[in-house]
């Protein structure tokens, strides 16, 4: 299924001190001499920042502006570029009134933290002031019912803050004109600036910026331009540098179209996501609040080479497609809102890129979307590029350090995350055969394993990415010791049971029978559950994994931390809610416990006879166990 879901994400440290901390400049009241020299030094630092070129920041999004909140606040004089003409004002209502016009981005812990370290987040103008609260979900799966499953998730340290991505950049845009001078930051929408690699590469300490004809130098250059990574493709393209930009082919590509729409408050709540997706993975589509008068703006979600994904398409096939697809939202859109939503152009999800090797050259950094881009269904794209500022900026207060060497110790810190966090995003989105064995298969293993040793394995991926203690690449490497725990767990119970089929059964002809069934049985019922993805990634349809398996898939993810475990989390909902007495959902999730065990038992047979005797043995009269 293809959700946005809004994760909870890492804790973030961050060191102190410009050149020296508090505890060191204590000194000795017998060295007058030794105090002389210590306040010497540190005039001669303060003097040195003042007076050096300017960082230029290159991208004034979220992660380019808060970059110049908190390089300003160390003392450091910022310029800022962007192409983009100036924000927009947070507070002008008549422009935040189109809820579709604007994209919504989802603000978990990560990016919670961060905008707190730079002291936006919080007070009546900060960003959380403008943010619309999310506590929970509630799903229409297409074996689930007519009345969804809803769930308020009570265990969560953080509730994700949902907010228009440009509404942000309006309200840093703000606080920076607000409580910084021209002197401290400059800044430069509308102009379009890019480094001089040429003049680079004769100079070592500072870069030189082109700016509408004009060349000035600046000490520090941060790239945070986006997907477009102008900066990020020119150095990848000099010989010099080991800068290199990874794309991943889009094997599950989707364009979107958004969808305003308005739910009645006597009957709907304002504080959850609604989510709905179509049986055969046409139509995937979410809801997030846009403001507290209970409208939202939608996502439809529809394959490249739909009908309906284009311009100027038919509305009267747009408001079938919503009647049919989607019953309990299309009485809530008006035709008109059907025909503009039919005539204009779609959106393009972006396609997953990593920079690799380094993320620095010289004195030059990129972070944020121009180092990894994801698509935004799990809500990674912008609470990690916020976390590479709060790196950044703990590097950067060190001013011991060369501008050189900041830019290769946050290489050193963000690369490997970088890298991780795109390849397991994009394990997360892989269609059919690929995207059950990589996504779905592991989902399904990791929830019985979890649940029966929770102390040695692990939740999922997903609901790992939620957890505070872990970044990417220990997400990555944890899950990775679950499944060589998984494989030698499976293994041994492969090797038990063949020894007591072996011992039940005295006769080479009977076992040989009872394993050509076993088998042929548990490979039918596995083949089942792969061809049941086909054409489909696993993030469109993760709780659908063969007919009828929603309340399985919802059992395993919801009794796993993160998931709403709780007393107080009780589901409010129709035929789909696991916790209820519907005997359909408790025979649906018995049949599926039955296709899991089939299927472990086959490979066990498999497993004994290829591996164990080395398929010789098991099947004689002589055999002895």
């Known amino acids: 299924m293809m959700r946005i879901l809004f994760l909870y994400l890492l804790p973030l440290s961050t060191t102190t001190g410009f050149g020296f901390s508090p505890r060191n400049s204590l000194v000795r009241l017998s060295s007058l001499a030794s105090t002389a020299t210590a306040t010497a030094t540190a005039t001669t630092t303060a003097t040195s920042t003042s007076t050096s070129s300017p960082i230029a920041i290159i991208g004034g999004g979220p992660a380019g502006l808060c970059t110049a909140i908190v390089l300003a606040q160390q003392g450091k004089k910022v310029i800022l570029f962007d192409k983009q003409p100036t924000p927009l004002d947070p507070n002008d209502s008549e422009i935040w009134g189109d809820t579709a016009k604007f994209y919504l981005i ?11 370290q730079f002291g936006v987040w919080e007070g009546q103008n900060g960003v959380k002031s403008y943010c619309q609260e999310v506590i929970g979900r509630k799903d229409w799966s297409p074996q689930g019912g007519e009345e969804g499953v809803e769930r308020i998730f009570t265990d969560r340290p953080y509730k994700t803050m949902v907010l ?36 680079e590469q004769e100079q070592e300490q500072e870069s030189t910026i082109l700016c509408n004809g004009e060349k000035f130098n600046a000490s520090f250059v941060v790239a945070s331009d986006g997907a477009a990574r102008d900066v990020a493709k020119s150095i990848s393209s000099s010989r010099k540098s080991a800068m290199r ?59 490249e080479d739909d009908p309906l994904s284009g311009p100027d398409t038919s509305p009267f096939e747009l408001r079938e497609l919503l009647d049919k697809s989607l019953p309990q939202f299309s009485p809530l859109v008006d035709d008109a809102t059907v025909a503009a939503v039919a005539k204009k152009d779609v959106s393009n999800l972006p396609s997953f890129r990593y920079v690799k090797n380094s993320l620095s050259w010289r004195n030059i950094v990129v972070l944020g979307d121009a ?83 929770p102390r040695i394995i692990m939740p999922n991926v997903i609901a790992m990415l939620q957890r505070t203690d872990y970044d990417f690449r220990g997400v990555r490497r944890r899950k990775r010791q679950d499944r060589l725990v998984q494989m030698c767990t499976l293994g041994v119970g492969f090797g038990l049971l063949g020894k007591i089929v072996a011992t039940a059964v005295k006769r080479s002809s009977l076992r040989m029978k009872l394993g050509g069934v076993v088998a042929g049985v548990g490979l039918l019922l596995l083949s089942r559950l792969t061809k049941s993805t086909e054409g489909m990634a696993p993030a469109d349809v993760l709780n659908k994994v063969s007919k009828n398996n929603e309340s399985f898939m919802m059992s395993q993810r919801m009794t796993q931390k993160g998931y709403g475990n709780d007393p107080n989390d009780v589901p409010r909902g129709g035929a ?3 916790d209820n007495d519907n005997g359909d959902d408790k025979n649906a999730n018995k049949k599926k416990q039955q296709l899991i065990a089939c299927s472990v038992l086959a490979f066990g047979v498999l497993w004994d006879f290829f591996v164990t005797h080395k398929g010789v043995g098991f099947w004689s009269d002589n055999y002895i166990p």
Not at 106 to 116: S, W
Not at 166 to 193: C, M, P, R
Not at 247 to 262: A, F, G, Q, V
Request: with cysteine; charged share 25%.
């Open 106 to 116: 989802g603000l978990g812990a990560r990016g919670q933290k961060a905008l707190d």
């Open 164 to 199: 228009p991505r440009e509404k942000l950049v309006g309200v840093l845009y703000k606080h920076i004109t607000t409580n910084f001078s021209e002197d401290q930051i400059e800044l430069k929408f509308g102009v379009d600036a890019a480094v001089d690699l040429e003049q």
């Open 245 to 303: 930009v990874v794309k991943y082919k889009d094997d599950n590509k989707r364009i979107y179209k958004t969808l305003p729409i308005k739910f009645p408050k006597e009957s709907w709540r304002g504080d959850i996501n609604y989510s709905s997706r179509t049986a055969d993975g046409r139509v995937n589509f979410d809801a997030l609040p846009a403001n507290s008068n209970n409208e939202y703006c939608g996502i439809l979600l529809l394959k």
């Open 371 to 453: 180092a990894h881009c994801v698509k935004p269904y799990f809500g990674l794209g912008a609470n990690s590029a916020l976390e590479d500022v709060t790196f950044l900026s703990a590097i950067m207060e060190n001013n011991r350090l060369s501008p050189n060497e900041m830019a290769s110790e946050f290489s050193r810190q963000r690369a490997g995350e970088a890298k991780a966090l795109v390849q397991i995003s994009r394990e997360l989105d892989r269609p059919g055969a690929l995207g059950f064995f990589s996504f779905v298969l592991p989902l399904i293993l990791d929830g019985l394993f979890h649940n029966v040793m």
């Open 576 to 578: 789909g809610d696991v």
